[in-house]
């Protein structure tokens, strides 16, 4: 059974600072994703990791993925309030990865 | 263009009714997704359609729950006689084929008295 951990679940953090949110995984995948998730709203996707290496970068957001590792990351860059949201991680598994395991999510606060 | 479209966004209910929750996916996606989000058990996958090929049901968590997809378009789920953990929000998502990022709808916030 694929399990995924995400960690912290809870991160507060001060506009301009950096930080890494971590997803590990049990089992075999090429698939990885991440989404964001605003209060009362439902999931938006910001990236899909498609293979051992791959970097990916919108903003002050950045996605990597290492499939030997079987860990992918979430760096933020000198963060915003505006990225004040959860944020999971989901892992693609059965034939073309339709089917996603989350992880619990991690709840991102940006204080002034 | 338009989003994944969920109806209704809330639903109350007694315990032991029947409830229908409704998806109309993206127009033009073959792959239509159920999944369940609760405190306790975070984002849990439900069942999964792709075209007419036969459904990816290994998700429902009892005989109690049932989803068809008509005409590859709307979907329907079912829960049947339902219960206080029952009580979640119901979220659909569509991709324009499997794998590719699935695109959710607003969901729709189940509560069961």
């Known amino acids: 059974e694929l399990k995924v951990e995400q960690n912290p679940l809870f991160l507060s953090m001060q506009e301009g600072k950096n930080y890494t949110i971590y997803c590990n995984y049990s089992?075999?995948?090429?698939?990885l994703y991440w989404y964001r998730q605003d209060p009362g709203k439902s999931l938006e996707s910001l990236f899909v990791?498609?293979?051992?290496?791959a970097v990916k970068q919108e903003g002050r957001l950045m996605a990597s993925l290492d499939t030997k590792a079987r860990l992918s990351t979430l760096h933020i860059t000198a963060a915003v309030h505006d990225l004040s949201a959860t944020y999971f991680c989901a892992v693609g598994s059965g034939g073309s990865n339709y089917k996603l395991t989350f992880g619990k999510g991690t709840l991102l606060t940006v204080n002034p | 263009g338009a989003g994944v479209s969920q109806s209704p966004s809330n639903k109350v209910t007694e315990k032991g009714k029947d409830v229908e929750l409704r998806c109309d996916p993206i127009s033009g996606h073959t792959a239509l997704y159920w999944y369940r989000q609760s405190l306790g058990q975070g984002l849990e996958f439900l069942i999964y359609?792709?075209?007419?090929?036969?459904?990816?049901k290994s998700g429902l968590p009892s005989d109690r729950f049932s989803a068809e997809r008509t005409g590859g378009s709307v979907s329907t789920l079912t829960i049947q006689r339902t219960q206080q953990e029952d009580s979640a929000v119901y979220l659909c998502?569509?991709?324009?084929?499997?794998?590719?990022?699935?695109?959710f709808g607003d969901g729709t916030r189940l509560s069961i008295l």
């Open positions: 359609f792709q075209g007419n090929s036969a459904p990816d």
């Open positions: 089992t075999t995948s090429d698939r």
């Open positions: 990791l498609l293979s051992n290496g």
């Open positions: 998502a569509s991709s324009s084929q499997a794998g590719q990022p699935q695109h």
